[in-house]
T-cell receptor
Framework: AQSVTQLGSHVSVSEGALVLLRCNYS??????LFWYVQYPNQGLQLLLK??????LVKGINGFEAEFKKSETSFHLTKPSAHMSDAAEYFC??????????FGSGTRLSIRP | SAVISQKPSRDICQRGTSLTIQCQVD?????MFWYRQQPGQSLTLIAT?????????ESGFVIDKFPISRPNLTFSTLTVSNMSPEDSSIYLC??????????????FGPGTRLTVL
């Protein structure tokens, strides 16, 4: 069965530092890969979606993710962290928007 | 993009009782989804609810425990029946719609935080 693994349940970075959140998918390439963000006491919001059109996907709020088939990875990055980036981040795989399987999530904390 | 509201936003319930959660969307949508997010865990899909048909439940979830209604294209309810403390979770509804980026996305409601004592 298709799945995703997020390495690190909690990541802490300093404000202004690089953000790297890791995600690996199971070996068969799903049609779509997603990153969602969940701010405290809010629902999920789509950051970006990989659709095979381009391996580097740019999302909202300065985030981007790169699809690497050789590494079965879809890591999320942001060059410079901001305090407002503190949230829970979920990697997910899907077949269209209807059937989505979420990873276990990574909580991002930003140190002043 | 769809705007989704859920009622109640949170509740504390006694074991053995039932709670019905409402999900309202500001536009007509075909597919609605219900998820459970247990404390400290990821989201798990409970069921898919299409208007005019029976909800489709995922493995591990049954209609007797989580009955769902979908009376029209903008509204759905999820009932958590005969609750136990293990049902304490956040319950989220979502809809599939074409977003402003031009492709189908799932848009999520703010969730209902349920605590069962």
């Amino acid at each position: 069965a298709q799945s995703v693994t997020q390495l690190g349940s909690h990541v802490s970075v300093s404000e202004g530092a690089l953000v790297l959140l890791r995600c690996n998918y199971s070996s068969s390439v799903p049609p779509y890969l997603f990153w969602y963000v969940q701010y405290p006491n809010q629902g999920l919001q789509l950051l970006l979606k990989y659709t095979s059109a381009a391996t580097l996907v740019k999302g909202i709020n300065g985030f981007e993710a790169e699809f690497k088939k050789s590494e079965t990875s879809f890591h999320l990055t942001k060059p410079s962290a901001h305090m407002s980036d503190a949230a829970e981040y979920f990697c997910a795989v899907g077949w269209g928007a209807s059937k989505i399987i979420f990873g276990s999530g990574t909580r991002l904390s930003i140190r002043p | 993009s769809a705007v989704i509201s859920q009622k109640p936003s949170r509740d504390i319930c006694q074991r053995g009782t039932s709670l019905t959660i409402q999900c309202q969307v500001d536009s007509q949508v075909t597919m609605m989804f219900w998820y459970r997010q247990q404390p400290g865990q990821s989201l798990t899909l409970i069921a898919t609810a299409n208007q005019g048909s029976e909800a489709t439940y995922e493995s591990g979830f049954v209609i007797d425990k989580f009955p769902i209604s979908r009376p029209n294209l903008t509204f759905s309810t999820l009932t958590v029946s005969n609750m136990s403390p293990e049902d304490s979770s956040i319950y989220l509804c979502s809809v599939e719609e074409v977003g402003n980026r031009g492709y189908n996305e799932q848009f999520f409601g703010p969730g209902t935080r349920l605590t069962v004592l």
